[in-house]
């Protein structure tokens, strides 16, 4: 994971895992959703940092290919809601939606502390 990346990636994990100890005396589907939910979203933004650095260094122009990269990422989001669909006594959609969402809130909330 690039540079730019980690402290945002890594704030993240801080707050979902107070959030989670915190949840835990709430409701243990909490918990176990917000991480999952964190932890597709680590694999989607190391997938996106690969696919965008191999289309930036490449000079292919194969469309299929790069439309089935950007189909895989969307899979790696949607994963998460499917095993939640499966296994609705372990998993809340609302909590995946949360675990997934938070490390793009940190990137701005880093972003916005930067800049004043």
């Known amino acids: 994971m690039i540079n730019e990346l980690k402290r ?3 704030l993240a994990v801080k ?8 949840c835990l005396f709430i ?9 999952l939910g964190l932890m597709a979203s ?7 940092q ?4 191999g289309l930036l260094k490449s000079r ?6 790069r439309f089935l990269k950007y189909m895989m990422n969307f899979m790696i989001l949607l994963i998460p ?7 609705p006594n372990f998993f809340n959609f609302i909590f995946i939606f949360v675990g997934e969402i938070m490390d793009k ?4 909330f880093i972003y916005l502390k930067e800049r004043g």
């Not at 809601?81 to 296994?87: E, P, T, V």
């Open 50 to 53: 690969s696919n965008m650095t």
């Open 15 to 22: 707050v979902i895992l107070l959030l989670s100890v915190v």
């Open 27 to 35: 409701d243990f589907r909490y918990s176990l959703s917000m991480i």
């Open 105 to 108: 809130a940190a990137i701005y």
């Open 8 to 10: 945002p990636y890594f």
């Open 60 to 65: 292919s122009k194969n469309r299929f290919k």
């Open 81 to 87: 809601f499917l095993i939640a669909a499966a296994f």
């Open 42 to 48: 680590g694999v989607h933004l190391l997938n996106l």
